[in-house]
């Protein structure tokens, strides 16, 4: 086992890589994908009768349901999966994980183990998108002219449901586990050389993409039908 000190140093490392290395990205396409999301709604209403403050609702809803838990997991699985993937498949390659066994030290606990844990905190990373997403809708919404601050406020609160929330951060905890996981297999077990390091972390992102939306699609299924 690892030591305990050792570990700790481990786990901040990979959320200092893995988690604080990926909010810029996460921030700049939550704020935009946000604002993209009001205008389009804000166009498509032609209809006089339907209310200004659906362009608010239709934005929360697309971004707590499915932006920020789904979409940002797969634009994750390229970014995070693939610095997993490459950075084990690396140590594969150079022997060094043999190394960590002939040492006596448990390669998975050491690399794999601090990685999961440090997905842990993925959440926080999602409930800063939620935000900005609705930000980002908000502005564009407001500031484009398209709706009053007023409607779009009472369109955030129309018809909101607690659990719509709980099921976001149910996929995000799932999700997280999987970006851990599935790149770690593929970077721990590949074989060949520094060419097929490049090969595992492409077909780490494909795997991954594959299970989060199939694991979507199943949670979605258990928890709203």
């Not at 609705?134 to 709706?147: D, K, S, T």
């Not at 721990?188 to 780490?204: D, H, N, P």
């Amino acid at each position: 086992m690892t030591k305990r000190s050792v570990l700790k140093d481990l786990i901040f490392k990979e959320i200092d890589e893995l988690i604080i290395g990926s909010l810029g990205i996460v921030c700049f396409l939550s704020f935009f994908i946000g604002a993209v999301v009001a205008i389009q709604t804000a166009l498509n209403l032609n209809n006089p009768l339907i209310p200004k403050s659906l362009v608010a609702f239709a934005a929360r809803q697309s971004v707590i349901l499915e932006f920020s838990p789904t979409f940002i997991s797969i634009i994750m699985a390229g970014k995070v999966g693939s610095f997993i993937t490459s950075s084990i498949g690396s140590m594969r390659v150079t022997e060094q994980i043999d190394a960590l066994e002939v040492m006596g030290i448990n390669s998975k606990n050491y690399l794999i183990f601090p990685k999961i844990i440090a997905m842990l905190t993925y959440p926080f990373v999602i409930a800063i998108s939620m935000f900005l997403g609705i930000l980002g809708a908000y502005v564009a919404a407001v500031l484009g002219g398209f709706v009053k601050p007023d409607d779009f406020v009472s369109g955030l609160q129309d018809d909101f449901v607690t659990f719509h929330l709980i099921y976001a951060f149910i996929k995000t905890f799932l999700f997280a586990f999987i970006l851990a996981t599935v790149p770690a297999y593929h970077g721990y077990y590949m074989k060949g050389g520094a060419l097929e390091v490049g090969q595992a972390s492409t077909t780490a992102f494909v795997w991954t993409s594959v299970v989060l939306i199939i694991t979507n699609y199943a949670t979605t299924q258990l928890l709203l039908s």
